[in-house]
């Protein structure tokens, strides 16, 4: 009989996709429960907002409460997002003009020159 010889489990890495995946389905189970919630509350309510007043019905009244809390969110996360790209922008424009102006130091120092002080410095440590 042949001896079957043990693997190690394999190890799968985290993607923006897979984690993407799963943000989407804790979404929708809460999104469905919220469903749920709305459809077993569907008597009127008296509403009282900014000096108005009416009746509307609670399920109405729950999504829109929901989709203002969604909307409150997108919006500080979209703000955090363009705050990052500019940070980004920023940092990538220094590191940029850091790197243009070391190029154009050794683009204006003759060949000549640099040979020079090649020449003359010491070997690095452990060369002879």
């Known amino acids: 009989m042949a001896r079957r010889r043990e693997h190690?489990?394999?190890q799968i890495e985290r993607t923006r996709t897979?984690?993407?995946l799963v943000a989407v389905t804790i979404a929708l189970i809460f999104l469905v429960l919220l469903v749920i919630f709305i459809a077993q509350n569907d008597r009127k309510v008296p509403l009282h907002f900014l000096g108005g007043s009416g009746s509307v019905s609670e399920a109405l009244a729950l999504i829109a409460?929901?989709?203002a809390g969604g909307?409150?969110?997108l919006?500080?996360?979209v703000a955090?997002?363009?705050q990052l790209?500019?940070?980004a922008r920023r940092h990538n424009r220094a590191v940029a003009k850091r790197q243009g102006a070391g190029n154009a130091?050794?683009?204006a120092t003759p060949a000549s020159t640099l040979a020079e002080a090649e020449s003359a410095s010491p070997p690095p440590q452990g060369e002879s």
Do not use: Q
Request: glycine share 8%.
């Open 75 to 77: 919006a500080v996360g």
């Open 105 to 107: 130091a050794a683009a």
């Open 80 to 82: 955090r997002v363009l």
């Open 8 to 10: 190690e489990p394999m």
């Open 65 to 67: 409460a929901a989709v």
């Open 85 to 87: 790209r500019v940070g």
């Open 18 to 20: 897979s984690s993407t």
């Open 71 to 73: 909307v409150l969110v």
